[in-house]
């Protein structure tokens, strides 16, 4: 089996900054992409940013330019670095991975327990 353990949320005023992770753990032959996504109180959840394992990334429009994605990929571990916070982005973050639990690549997406962000304006 496979965990994803999420740490890193909080309270924080608006314009400042918090850094998420999120570390794999379990029978992991490989991880292909990783990613953030977020749901708000009454919405539906919603990418924030995917990174492939070769580091390419992508990002929702409303975060360009504010929160940066980043991988190691020896401690099967993803990281989303949140700065100029807005009152907007308060939700719940989940990270998810696609995970192959066997050598021949087999993946399949786990998710992480989320963890809340609430940002006062």
């Known amino acids: 089996q496979v965990q994803l353990v999420e740490s890193g949320g909080g309270l924080v005023q608006a314009g400042g900054s918090l850094r998420l992770s999120c570390a794999a753990s379990?029978?992991?032959?490989?991880?292909?992409?990783m990613g953030w996504y977020r749901q708000a109180p009454g919405k539906q959840r919603e990418l924030v940013a995917t990174i492939t394992r070769g580091g390419s990334t992508n990002y929702a429009d409303s975060v360009k330019g504010r929160f940066t994605i980043s991988r190691d990929n020896a401690k099967n571990t993803v990281y989303l670095q949140m700065n100029s916070l807005k009152p907007e982005d308060t939700a719940v973050y989940s990270c998810n991975a696609a995970v192959s639990n066997t050598l021949f690549p087999n993946y399949r997406d786990y998710w992480g327990q989320g963890t809340q962000v609430t940002v006062s304006s």
């Open positions: 379990g029978t992991i032959f490989s991880i292909n992409t």
